[in-house]
C-alpha cells in the first residue's frame, strides 16, 4: 500500500470515530433537565444564589457562564428549562447534592415533539 492510500485510510477512521463521538456526544450534550416539583427550578435557582453570595442573577457573570440576561430570568422564573450542561455547571459552582434534587433528564427536542403532538390535535 502506498503513502496515500494510507493517509486516506488515516483519514476515514478518523471521520468515522469523530461522527461516533460527536453522535454519542450530542445525545448528552443537548439534553435538557426539568424539576419534578411545582417551582423547583426557581427553588434550584435561588439556592444557587445563595450558596455562591450572588445578590442577583446578574451576578453570574463572574463565573464566566456566558448566558444573556433575559434568558437567565428566563432560566429562573421557570420559562425555560436549563440545559444540562448549564445545570452540571450550577450543580458545581455551589456544591449543591445532586442525589437530592428530584429531576428528569429530556431530549433537546421535547418541546417540538410536543409542539407537533399539540399542532396535529388542533387540525
Do not use: A, H
Not at 426539568?34 to 450558596?51: A, H, R
Not at 428530584?102 to 407537533?116: A, F, R, S
Amino acid at each position: 500500500m502506498n503513502l496515500l492510500g494510507l493517509t486516506i485510510l488515516y483519514r476515514n477512521s478518523l471521520d468515522f470515530e469523530f461522527k461516533k463521538l460527536f453522535i454519542l456526544r450530542s445525545r448528552s450534550y443537548f439534553m435538557r433537565v426539568m424539576f419534578k416539583e411545582k417551582n423547583g427550578q426557581k427553588k434550584f435557582m435561588k439556592s444557587v444564589l445563595v450558596s455562591t453570595n450572588c445578590p442577583s442573577i446578574r451576578d453570574f457573570e463572574q463565573f464566566g457562564l456566558d448566558i444573556n440576561y433575559s434568558t437567565m430570568k428566563n432560566y429562573f422564573s421557570g420559562d425555560r428549562l436549563l440545559s444540562k450542561e448549564l445545570f452540571d455547571k450550577l450543580i458545581y459552582l455551589s456544591k449543591i447534592n445532586k442525589n437530592k434534587l428530584k429531576v428528569k433528564l429530556l431530549d433537546n427536542n421535547w418541546g417540538q415533539i410536543k409542539g407537533g403532538k399539540k399542532s396535529k390535535r388542533k387540525k
